[in-house]
């Protein structure tokens, strides 16, 4: 397969290399045959060519099997008008590609780490995938706009939009993804106030009532936020829209208390089957700790374990590394975002030695 990688600013070149040791492995050991690219993306590529991401990339991108994106940004590059900041990058790959199930694990690693996780008895082991549909509703709907009126009053327009087409194909994804876990998918609308809510879940139990292997229920998605805070571990894989989803994986985010250990993919489905997907951490390019060596390179070796998972359809070596992953952590081995006071430290490579020394093990 062929893998675009786009390392982008701050932390995001070096906690893609400590990713790419991890790739080197798996094609040395364990037969996977990975051809690796690069290119430049966000302020990287502003500061070569003008823009967040060119065609040229773009058109790399296109003829790739998935992409590992380190991060973007900068205060280099804050002053610039949003529609050409680095985080457009991101953006272009999404929508040009039509990658429309963005991947959220929310997955809590307090037993691992020892830590005192915010509430440790609601978070401990919890372990959920939210699926968020990422290409259309109300940050893509038209008409909008903010007009002035005569009177010098201003009024803004969004517009939350859903095709029943756009509804199925991430519930597709869901419901795939689901079939890998427990089996079980939390759909989640506002059916009782919003017409593209009636439609959600119109849509959702006709496709539900398609694929009985799956235990469909549904929520409001105010009721999900709040049982997100009272009891996380009922959920296992929920669906949603783009708002909701933006919102509610967050918040599940933060539940788990691991910024620098979160994965993330924004994915769709192949012609042919297979999965397309742009596989990246949840952080940012982290400006204040860039250039030390100390990042914590886990979120972006787990995205790659879910590259593995969904795009190279290797299940077997993704858990392999999940599981190397969560050995170098049990066994203590901590970057200093993790580190309880008094801990000892390693580096990025550090934590990357250990993982594959563990990988070596298994
Ligand atoms: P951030 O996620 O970069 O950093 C927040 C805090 O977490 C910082 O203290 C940072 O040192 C720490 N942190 C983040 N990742 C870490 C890691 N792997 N290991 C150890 N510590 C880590 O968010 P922030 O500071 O709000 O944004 C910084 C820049 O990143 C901005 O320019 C922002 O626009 C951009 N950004 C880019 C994203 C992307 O490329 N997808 C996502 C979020 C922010
Ligand atoms: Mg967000």
Known sequence: MKLLVLPG??????IVDQTLRVVNWFTENAGLTIEIDYGLAGGASIDDCGV???????????????????????????????????????????????LYANLRPAISF???????????????????????ESTAGVYFGEPRGIVTSADGARAATDTQAYHENEIRRVCEVAFELARARNSRVC????????????LWRAVTTEFGNQNPDIELSHMYADNCAMQLVRAPKQFDVIVTDNLFGDILSDQAAALTGSLGLLPSATIAHGAAGQNFGVYEPIHGSAPDIAGKGIANPIATILSFAMCLRISL???????LLEEAVRLALSGGIRTPDIAAPGEKTVSSAGMTDAILSRLNDL
């Open 110 to 132: 307090s037993a691992l780490l020892g830590a005192s996780a915010l509430r440790p008895e609601i978070v401990r082991d919890l372990d959920i995938l939210i699926v968020r």
């Open 187 to 198: 759909s989640v609308d506002k059916a009782n106030v919003m017409e593209t809510g009636a």
């Open 52 to 98: 967040p991401l060119s065609d040229e990339v773009f058109a790399k991108a296109k003829a790739s099997d998935a992409v590992l994106f380190g991060a973007v940004g900068g205060p280099k590059w804050d002053a610039l008008p949003r529609a050409s900041r680095p985080e457009m990058g991101i953006l272009r790959l999404r929508k040009g590609l039509d």
């Open 9 to 14: 600013d701050g932390i995001g070149p070096e």
């Open 313 to 319: 359809d290797a299940s077997r070596e993704a858990a």
